[in-house]
């Protein structure tokens, strides 16, 4: 069970995590997004979205969300194309946290690098429920 | 990939909000937030009802901007955007996009989400090297 992402400090690391953009996965990733545009530039190509997904489900699987976390803000720079069949690496950081009127504020940078160098890196803006002791 | 002007506004895309598209989003995502998934809990929440992922919002911003920009999208892009309201099941979402800015090998446009009742849900900004 991984730690809730309201108990981890700034700085705190996550563990980094890969995986592989399979045929399958991509294949459902772009029918649930209804993607028509990433077929037409040609086959192998892989939405960029779709690895800042992964990025994220990276993020959910070494951190808990808590109850009630929203997402409020994203920023992600797309380095270069990533291609069905890769292997990539996902680790994220907590690198702000506040509180506020009861609630949380962090800020979580997101990284992603598969061996063709790095592909993605974004921060991920989320408030929650500031649980007493949590902070 | 000539730079589109100043003012030019992109193709939109437009998708009809369905739970059943959240839930699949949620399983290819694998993002199982039963604030997105259990109309029950989400009933409970701030939102009342269940809401779709932001990152499924962005993923139509972001074909948008396949479809304008090309590779130029997939290698080289930038986003940058604030989560202002959700989509709900039943919404008929609206990514749209405009440029604001173009020159030196950087073109910026504002992009945003929007519902069918014109309201704002994501805003921020796109830039990719065209």
Known sequence: MPPRLDTLPKGHDLPATTFELSPEWVGEYVAAVEDEAIGALGPGLVPPMAVAALAVRALLERAALPPGAVHIGQEMTFLRAARIGEKLSASARIVSRGERQGWLLMGIDLSVNGDGGPVMEGRATLTMPAAEGAS | ?130
């Open chain 2, 1 to 130: 990939m000539t730079s589109p002007a100043v003012g030019t506004e992109l193709a939109p895309v437009v998708v009809a909000v369905t739970q059943e598209k959240i839930n699949r989003y949620a399983e290819a995502g694998g993002d199982g937030n039963p604030l997105h998934t259990d109309p029950q809990f989400a009933a409970q929440t701030q939102f009342g009802g269940t809401i779709a992922h932001g990152m499924l919002l962005l993923a139509y911003l972001s074909r948008m901007l396949t479809a304008a920009f090309g590779e130029a999208w997939l290698s080289g892009g930038r986003l940058k955007v604030r989560f202002r309201a959700p989509a709900r099941p039943g919404d008929t979402v609206s990514a749209v996009g405009q440029v604001l800015r173009a020159g030196a090998g950087r073109t910026v446009c504002a992009v945003e989400c929007r519902n069918q009742a014109g309201e704002t849900l994501v805003s921020g900004e796109a830039e990719v090297r065209a």
